[in-house]
């Protein structure tokens, strides 16, 4: 499509848009890197769970935001720098001053679990507020009931730590000593934030050093018309990228085991409508709020929706003018709304990945060239907390896990990759046992796990651990133990995820399956975890029986396995396929 | 000092550079001083017969040479198009699928899908009972019989080349010797590979990546440069072929192929060699590299003449080799890479490419895309002459036409604004992506000046500078053999990395200055053992430290061996500041690495006859060829246009000019002093270090 019905209010020409637009996300990513590389905690220097970005002064509507931020970050910001703008309006938050910087934690201010804390600073130009900056940095720790904040088991957001409304802990650049303070006597590992609180801090002034360049050079006039008529490319952009979608509505189903308190699946209902160029997004239907931490908050369940696009979409840039033609309907009176103070632990991690593997889901059928099946969609939180003797201290230890992800037109799925929401790299079985009192029998590709298709599911990890010394309860917020990674068009699901823990020699397996909270271990026990394969893509009897083949050789599907899932039929001394025996089955 | 190589040090040396489309070759003769170039297409089976037909082009006489030092990408080759030896891998039970399962990523932030093929088939990767803890105490004992069973499996299966990677073995590689040893008693070839023995850290995906790549290439290198140096030695060749490295050094051929990973990812590191070398001899130290080429663009940085050396290149998708390589970043764009409008209305430079093949429009062979070298060509910046072979219709007519319908017509410009636009843009994400990667490695560009070179550099270099506010661009006298000239003036050189990873007040810093002494003395022992004539030894002593509790480190380099654990957290924090601009008074700082590097320089090679002397002329306005409009910023300008060869020494010039020369074309802005040095060099020095955006061209699309 070409840029002809492109109709400008401006006198802007492309090549300075195209410039301009190249420039702000220049800016972002710079804050984005800025943030990562003098951060302290782990989850922001190694998994890059933090996100930068510049929001507009009247309404914080997303301008640009980094590209190399966390996904579900995707449409966050732009709720929570809202908030604080009607927020000073309205007095409950005071004004601020050249220099300031706010610090928000509060999910139901346009954020996701506590543990994401968000910064937000003003932007000046000639004595007025042009815009914010505002980047958000997972904290190792916030305070409640368990060390990490992902509590399976909470019933009320006080449970989960300490929330913040927002205040600026930074006054005309000085750090508020006492607000500090407070934040420091409510957290765990308090001695090392002051590393991360300055690196948040000077993301946000590199952030603003940069945009000053940018506006002396192409002057305040110019930019902001161009940010203006960036946002109304965007939305053409997502709206061309609509186009290609058939009218009509597809509905979806997506379950999360449970709230982690009461043993039911929630659901996720999705009805989404293409009309014109538009899509409108419908969870009516969908469970209502849970006594559990699975509820999602409405920022986090718009971004879930914002982040699964694009997935689908990558070319559009992330701006508020993308999500213009995307129109959610408010989910009021479901989980995906939540209200204080119900708890939202889960919301970030898990919610977030069912509301996207919906939309996808529903998506795939329109766009069966975009879209492919569900993928493991669990971030595989395990964590482990302890006292180790040797050591004389205590530890706490995550294991986050990757799945398999699902089949698509072009690929089978990737092996073991990294959650729906997330960028960041596992860590290794041997740093794991160089830091934590735990020996690892397996880290393993779980054979028989990608759903069978036309293009299978990748395959999901199996791994085993064992505690070593000391004593330690282990907790689990993973999903997708009740049923697996959808298949999509005719393919399998994936293989649900399992956990097996070994008491003494007695196995168990938790109630909720994939939740769980404070399971105590001693030396010699267990925890083994085999986490979803992907789902399959397209009739598994229309894969090419050689590819099957390959697969029962390289020991990732059993020769029944391959007669059951694809009716390819294998003999079992020369290791070839039977055309004709194949031929006959496939026929049936 | 070492003794010179041959009994007679006033020979020849030749620097032979295998790149994807062209081998380049530089000789030089030590006394005449006289420089002999070839270009020669590269033969893709195999490499040699490009090599010896850049000599023959050469007129080189092999028996008069000294030293051959060759730069080859037939390991870089190998891995990425995974045409690799049959490699079988023996593991810790339970551990197998660890080079498949990576560590959990994606190929893209956004997107869901992708590939990943694992460097070892996974039928080829066989689990034995053993097992070592994080502290080195073994707490399963290794199963012999298993490793043995094992071992003939693989053999029989086909293998030519063994992996041994057991966790742990960092810490205590007992059951890797042993398995080793039970290997070799039915391995019928050398190539066996233990994981400690090339990398001695933690992570085993990494330790094990890097080590199942070395073993999968080391037959491929160690067959190439054995048939190599037979052909030579036919020819009356009687010296050694040393082969470069990715660190920069070199190594010699009968030594290479045991650390065969080490070559992958030489040809960058080459230029970058050459790069730092020129800009030390011409006063510039501090050096942002940029080689473009058809397809990419690499960058790297040069500090005080020494090139940013990193132990965690990832060489593609979850393909990470560990091992003291200069860091060459790709950075995306190339001659090649395709423009086109999106559904925006937007203009997009890649991140598609045109590659090689079809390549640009304007190379006439099939290309239907345009692309940035086709907005040169259109912009007056390349000969469209030169474009217009026999037998093909006018190229110039068809990419102006190909831009009007693509991009002019659906933004509503006219044609050459389309094309002004293009390089527009692409200089715009170029110069954002080299600041991204100044910035990961904490230096400010505008401290550094641009050294072009490869086919397309020169041709960008003025304008990234300006983008970036760097002051000065370099261009070398050839840049299209930076990367053969690299491996003529490369210096001698081996790595060592120690970890420590303590907090600095509990470290014996006494240990840490004898560590320092250990690894000096056994880099000057390789070296000397290496038998090459060097002028002078430089040791190198850096530390990579944190905060406790961070997972970054930050290299502080340090001027001796012998610092004390003040000075250290002293240069730590002031580097700190001056990356972060963060003060951390609260926190104790981590010594995590200790880092040795002894060089061997090797004899200063006189670079003023790179261009042949004979060929000046007197001046500027005789070395004038052509004088044609070409296209900046601002507008239409006549530009004279100079045949490099023909400029006369420590010429002078202002722009707008154009400098052409066989390798390449150096594009001169309007008001940029451009003037050559000694060495031949050309220092453009840019007039305005920012400027306004381009005038916005024909007003809003309707």
Redesign the interface.
């Known amino acids: 499509m070409s840029g002809k019905n492109n109709k400008s209010s401006v006198d802007l020409d492309p090549i300075t848009l195209s410039v301009i637009q190249a420039g702000l996300q220049q800016v972002c990513d710079e804050m984005d890197l800025s943030f990562s590389r003098a951060a302290f905690s782990p989850v922001i220097a190694e998994a890059n769970d933090r996100s930068d970005g510049i929001y507009s002064a009247e309404d914080g509507s997303l301008i640009a935001q980094g590209a190399g931020g966390l996904p579900v970050f995707v449409g966050t910001m732009q709720y929570s720098t809202r908030s604080l703008i009607e927020r000073i309006r309205n007095g409950d938050t005071p004004a601020p001053m050249p220099d300031d910087i706010y610090i928000v934690n509060d999910p139901y201010l346009g954020g996701t679990h506590l543990m994401d804390v968000r910064f937000a600073r003003p932007f000046y130009r000639n004595g007025e507020i042009f815009c914010w900056l505002s980047n958000t940095g997972h904290w190792p720790d916030t305070g409640g009931s368990v060390p990490g904040g992902f509590s399976a088991s909470a019933t009320s957001v006080e449970q989960e730590g300490l929330r913040l409304p927002p205040v600026r802990l930074f006054k005309q650049g000085k750090l508020d000593e006492e607000i500090y303070a407070i934040i420091c006597s409510n957290i765990r590992v308090a001695d090392q934030r002051i590393g991360d609180v300055k690196a948040q801090a000077a993301a946000l002034m590199v952030g603003e050093k940069r945009l000053n360049e940018i506006l002396d050079r192409y002057g305040d006039d110019t930019v902001s018309e161009a940010i203006v008529e960036l946002r109304r490319r965007a939305a053409i952009q997502m709206r061309s990228c609509i186009s290609q979608i058939a009218d009509g509505t597809y509905h979806s189903l997506a379950y999360v085991d449970s709230d982690g308190v009461v043993n039911e699946p929630l659901e996720i209902r999705l009805a989404i409508t293409k009309t014109a160029d538009r899509l409108r997004f419908d969870f009516f239907g969908s469970s209502p709020p849970c006594k559990g931490p699975m509820n999602s908050v409405l920022a986090t369940t718009l971004s879930s929706v914002y982040l699964a696009m694009r997935h689908i979409f990558p070319q559009v840039p992330i701006s508020a003018g993308a999500f213009e033609p995307l129109e959610i309907i408010r989910p009021e009176g479901t989980f995906l709304d939540a209200r204080y103070p119900r708890p939202v632990s889960g919301c970030a991690a898990e919610v977030s990945q069912r509301i996207a593997e919906a939309v996808f889901a529903a998506l795939v059928v329109p766009l069966p060239d975009l879209v492919t099946a569900a993928p493991a969609g669990t971030s595989g939180n395990f964590a482990l907390g302890g006292y180790d003797p040797d050591r004389s201290r205590d530890f706490v230890m995550y294991q986050l896990s990757g799945g398999g992800y699902g089949g698509n037109a072009d690929h089978d799925g990737l092996t073991n990759g990294c959650s729906t929401i997330g960028i960041s790299k596992a860590p290794p079985v041997e740093i794991m046992e160089q830091a934590f009192p735990v020996l690892y029998h397996r880290y393993a590709l779980r054979e028989g796990s990608g759903g069978a298709g036309k293009q299978r599911g990748g395959f999901g990890l199996d791994y085993e651990l064992e505690l070593r010394r000391g004593n330690a309860t282990a907790s689990f917020v993973m999903d997708h133990g009740r049923f697996g990674p959808q298949g999509a068009l005719g393919g399998r699901d994936g293989q649900p995820n399992t956990v097996v823990i070994s008491q003494s020699g007695k196995t168990c397996i938790p109630e909720h399956l994939s939740k769980e909270q404070d399971i105590p271990l001693k030396p010699g026990d267990r925890v083994r975890v085999q986490t979803p394969g992907g789902g399959g893509y397209g009739d598994p009897l229309t894969r090419d029986p050689q590819r099957v083949l390959e697969d029962v050789l390289l020991d990732r599907y059993t020769v029944e396995q391959a007669l059951n899932l694809f009716a390819v039929v294998i003999d079992q001394k020369s290791m070839r396929v039977d055309d004709q025996e194949t031929a006959d089955k496939r026929a049936d | 000092m070492s003794s010179p190589a041959s009994s007679d040090p006033s020979g020849q040396v030749i620097g032979v550079d295998v790149g994807g489309t062209f081998t380049d070759l530089v000789m030089f003769d030590q006394v005449t001083k006289k420089v002999s170039l070839a270009k020669v297409p590269t033969t893709v089976e195999n490499q040699a017969f490009g090599v010896l037909g850049a000599m023959e082009e050469a007129n080189a006489d092999l028996r008069e040479i000294d030293l051959i030092v060759h730069g080859t990408t037939t390991t870089t080759n190998a891995v990425l198009e995974r045409k690799l030896c049959k490699t079988g891998l023996i593991t810790t039970a339970?551990?197998?699928?660890?080079l498949?399962?990576?560590?959990?990523?994606?190929p893209?932030?956004?997107?869901?899908?992708?590939?990943?093929t694992p460097i070892i088939?996974?039928?080829l990767r066989l689990e034995v009972d053993e097992?070592t803890?994080?502290a080195g105490k073994i707490?399963k004992p290794l199963d012999e019989a298993d490793v043995k069973k094992a071992a003939q499996k693989l053999l029989d299966a086909g293998c030519e080349s063994l992996v041994i990677h057991f966790?742990?073995a960092?810490a205590n590689p007992d059951h890797e010797r042993r398995a080793a040893k039970i290997a070799e008693e039915i391995w019928p070839n050398s190539y066996i590979n233990m994981g400690h023995a090339l990398l001695s850290e933690?992570?085993?995906?990494?330790r094990g990546v890097t080590v199942a790549i070395n073993a999968s290439v080391q037959p491929l290198l160690e067959r190439y440069i054995s048939r190599l140096v037979e052909e030579l030695s036919h020819k009356g060749y009687g010296g050694d072929v040393l082969v470069m490295n990715g660190n920069g050094g070199m190594v010699s051929s009968a030594l290479v192929a045991r650390e065969a990973a080490k070559t992958v990812m030489s040809g960058p590191a080459s230029g970058v060699i050459a790069a730092a070398f020129t800009g030390r001899k011409a006063g510039m130290e501090n050096l942002i590299t940029y080689d473009m080429g058809g397809t990419s663009t690499d960058v790297a940085l040069i500090r005080n003449a020494r090139p940013s050396v990193s132990n965690e290149i990832e060489i593609e998708y979850a393909m990470p080799i560990h091992v003291p390589m200069v860091d060459v970043r790709t950075v995306g764009a190339g001659g090649g890479s395709i423009a086109s409008?999106?559904?925006?209305?937007?203009?997009?430079v890649g991140p598609h490419s045109a590659g090689a093949k079809p390549g640009p429009i304007c190379y006439g062979s099939g290309g239907e895309q345009p692309t940035i070298s086709d907005a040169n060509l259109l912009l007056g910046r390349l000969d469209a002459d030169k474009f217009r072979t026999a037998g093909s219709s006018d190229n110039f007519a068809r990419v102006r036409d190909v831009f009007q319908e693509k991009l002019a017509?659906?933004?509503?410009?006219d044609t050459m604004?389309a094309a002004a636009?293009v390089l527009?843009?692409a200089n715009?994400?170029m110069a954002?992506a080299i600041?991204?990667v100044s910035?990961?490695l904490g230096v400010d560009p505008r401290d550094f000046a641009l050294f072009a070179f490869g086919g397309a550099g020169p041709l960008h270099a003025t304008a990234l500078a300006r983008e970036l506010g760097i002051p000065k661009v370099l261009v070398p006298a050839r840049p299209g053999i930076t990367n053969a000239l690299g491996c003529i003036v490369a210096d001698l050189r081996h790595d060592f990395v120690n970890t420590i990873n303590m907090p600095l007040d509990l470290v014996d810093i006494d240990a840490v200055h004898a560590l320092f002494d250990a690894c000096v003395e056994e880099g000057e022992r390789l070296i000397s053992d290496e038998n090459i004539e060097i002028i002078k030894l430089n040791h190198l002593f850096s530390v990579d430290m944190q905060?406790?509790?961070?997972?970054?480190l930050l290299r502080v380099e340090l001027a001796s061996s012998k610092p004390s654990a003040a000075d250290l957290r002293q240069l730590f924090e002031e580097a700190y500041f001056n990356?972060?601009?963060?003060e951390?008074n609260?926190?104790r700082a981590n010594l995590v690495n200790i880092n040795t590097s002894v060089i061997g320089e090797r004899s200063q090679l006189d670079l003023s006859t790179l261009i042949d002397p004979a060929e000046r002329k007197a001046t500027v306005e005789q070395a004038r060829s052509d004088t044609r409009k070409v296209y900046f910023d601002d507008g239409w300008h006549r530009t004279p246009v100079y045949w490099r060869d023909h400029l006369p020494a420590n010429f002078s010039l202002e722009g707008p000019a154009i400098i052409e020369q066989m390798d390449t074309t150096t594009l001169i802005e309007p008001g940029d002093q451009a003037t050559c040095d000694d060495d031949g060099n050309i220092i453009i020095s840019i007039a305005k270090i920012?400027g306004?955006?381009?005038e916005?061209?024909?007003?809003?699309?309707?």
């Open positions: 339970g551990f197998r699928d660890i498949e399962l990576g560590r959990r990523t994606r893209q932030p956004y997107g869901m899908s992708g590939e990943f088939p996974r039928n097992r803890d994080a707490i966790l742990h960092y933690s992570r085993e995906f990494e409008v999106n559904s925006a209305g937007l203009l997009e017509d659906p933004l509503t410009i604004k636009a527009q843009i715009t994400k954002g600041r991204m910035i990961s905060f406790i509790g961070q997972t970054h990356r972060f601009h963060v951390l609260e926190i920012t306004p955006v381009a916005a061209v024909s007003g809003a699309p309707t």
